[in-house]
C-alpha cells in the first residue's frame, strides 16, 4: 500500500492552539495527493482495507479468548449533531465483526448515573479486551454541552480536564488504546442536513426541536470544542479533526485511523496452549 | 422477490417428533428449486437482501429512539462446536448496522451466575427495544451440556423445559421474537473442521482440547438436542433446524430466517413528536 496514510493521520492531528475556524471541514489543501480524491476512490479503498482490519480485529479477539491481556481500541466520536457519527458507525464499524465490537450512545445521564462522578458511566462501559469499542458521545459532553449550557460550576468544568488527560492515560496503561475523533462539519453543511430530516417523513425520528436550541449556540460550541481539545490533546491520547462535510472523506479518514491503530497495537496469534501433535491423535482416534 | 423464502422456511421449521438422524446436513432434498443452489448465487441472493435488511432494522430503531415500545429480534443460535456459530455472526449480523444488534456469547456460567436461577443471566442481555440480539449459546446449553454431562438431576433438568416454553412466551408478549436455530453438522464435518483448526497455527485460537471431550459425546448431545427441540418447539417460539455442512446454505438460511421476522414485526416510521412546519421556520431563521 502507498504512504499516505501515514501522511493523512499526521494531517489529522490537533496542532497545539488549534483554531477549528482555521481547519477545513471540506476538500482540505493538505488532503494527500495520493489518497482518494473522490468517493468512488474512496469507497475503492475501503474495500481494499476491509481484509486486513478484519484479520487485525480477529488477532485482537483471539488474544483475549486465550486469556492474554489483549490490547483493546476505543473510539471516541464528538461532534456537532448532522455531524456523522451514526453514518460512521453504520460504514466503518459495520466492516468490522460484530463479535468483536462493543458499542455505546451516551444520552443525557440518568439520575443514578448523575449521582456519581461523570466519569463513572463512562467506565461501565469500557471495551473488553481484545474488543473494539465505540462511544458515540462520551465523557467530553460533560466538558461541552456542560460548558456552553452552564451545567456545572467554572471550578468543577475546569478540574474535568485533568481528570480527562489523567483518565485517558490510565486507560493506555490499562492497553485500551482510545481514538478520538471531532467530525467537524459547516454551520452551511448543518443546515442542509437538518433541512433533509425536516423533508423526509423517513428521517423525522433523527431530529429534536433541541437540535436548533444547539445550532443556535453554534459559536459557544465550537469555543467549547476548541478549549476541550486543546486541553486534553497529548501524545498519549491524541485528539483528530476529521473534515466531515463531505461523508466519504469523513468515513475514509476514520476508517484510516483505525486501520493505523489496529496495526500498531496488533498482537501475534496466541500459541497453542495445549499439545497440538496429541490432539490430533486424539481426533483421529474418533473418526 | 420470488416466492422461495416461503418454502424455505417452511421447510427449515422442526417437525413434531423430530428425529436429527433423518434430518440433512447438506444438499437437502427439499431445497426450494428457485433458492440458490450454490454458494455464488447465494452471495448474490445476500447482496440483494443487504438493503430491505438494513432498512426494516432501522425502522426498529428509529421506533426506539422516539420512546415507543419497539419490537425486538433476538436470535438464538445453538449447535455443536464447529457448527458455524461465529461465521453467522460474522456474515449475517455483520450486515446491520452495529447500533442496533447486540451480541452475547454464553460460556460457562460465573460463580454469580451459578448462584442464580439459570434465566437469570438470560434476562440480562436480552436485548434493548428496536434492536437485533443475538445470543452465541444461550439458556439451551442448561438442557444440552447439563443432560450430557449431568449438571443437574433428572426432576430439574425435567422443570426447565416448561420454565423455558414459558419464557420464551413472555418474550413473544414483551414484544422480543425469537428465532430458535440450531446449527445441524454431521460428525464428519466436524471431523474436517477441527482437522483444519489444529492443522492451521492462526486457528489454534479457536480449538479446546474439551472440544473432543464432547465429541466424543456426539450421540448424547444430538440426543439431548432433539429432546429440547421436541420439548421446546412451539408456533410462539419456533425452533429450526438449519443444514450447516455447507457455510454459504447455513448463512443464507439464517439471513433469509432474519429478514422474514423483520417483514413480519416492520413497524411504520415514527409521526413526528413536533410542528414540521414551525420546525422548518425555526431552521430557515438560523441561516
Known amino acids: ?21 482555521e481547519r477545513a471541514t471540506q476538500n482540505p489543501d493538505w488532503w494527500p495527493k495520493d489518497a482518494p480524491q473522490d468517493k468512488k476512490t474512496a469507497q475503492k479503498r475501503m474495500e481494499e482495507i476491509a481484509q486486513p ?17 489483549a490490547p483493546s481500541v476505543l473510539l471516541i466520536l464528538q461532534g456537532m449533531d448532522t455531524s ?10 459495520g466492516m468490522l465483526d460484530p463479535q468483536g465490537v462493543e458499542h455505546h450512545a451516551f444520552k443525557a445521564p440518568t439520575a443514578e448515573e448523575s449521582a456519581h462522578d461523570f466519569l463513572w458511566r463512562i467506565t461501565k462501559h469500557l471495551p473488553g479486551r481484545g474488543k473494539v469499542g465505540v462511544f458515540d ?7 461541552l454541552i456542560a460548558r456552553v449550557k452552564e451545567l456545572a460550576s467554572p471550578e468543577v468544568l475546569d478540574s474535568r480536564y485533568t481528570k480527562i488527560v489523567d483518565f485517558e492515560k490510565q486507560l493506555v496503561e490499562q492497553n485500551i488504546h ?10 452551511d453543511e448543518q443546515y442542509e442536513r437538518l433541512a433533509e430530516r425536516l423533508d423526509r417523513p423517513d428521517k423525522h425520528w433523527k431530529y429534536s ?13 465550537q469555543q467549547a ?18 473534515p466531515a462535510d463531505q461523508k466519504w472523506r469523513a468515513r475514509l479518514c ?12 496488533t498482537v501475534p496469534w496466541p500459541e497453542a496452549d495445549f499439545d497440538v501433535a496429541a490432539e490430533k491423535a486424539r481426533l483421529e482416534a474418533t473418526k
Chains 1, 2 share one sequence.
Request: aromatic share 6%.
Open 1 to 21: 500500500m502507498s504512504s499516505y496514510p501515514a501522511n493523512l493521520i499526521e494531517a489529522l492531528r490537533a496542532e497545539p492552539g488549534l483554531k477549528l475556524s
Open 53 to 69: 482490519l478484519s484479520d487485525l480485529q480477529e488477532r485482537l479477539f483471539a488474544a483475549s479468548v486465550q486469556g492474554q491481556e
Open 84 to 93: 456523522g457519527k451514526g453514518g460512521i458507525v453504520r460504514h466503518v464499524l
Open 137 to 143: 458521545r462520551s465523557h467530553y459532553e460533560d466538558v
Open 178 to 187: 482510545p481514538i478520538k475523533v471531532m467530525l467537524h462539519i459547516s454551520k
Open 209 to 221: 426541536p433541541g437540535d436548533i436550541d444547539d445550532r443556535l449556540l453554534w459559536e459557544d460550541y
Open 225 to 242: 470544542y476548541e478549549i476541550a481539545v486543546n486541553r486534553t490533546d497529548n501524545k498519549t491520547a491524541p485528539w483528530h479533526v476529521v
Open 254 to 265: 476514520v476508517a484510516e485511523l483505525l486501520l493505523d491503530t489496529l496495526q500498531r497495537i
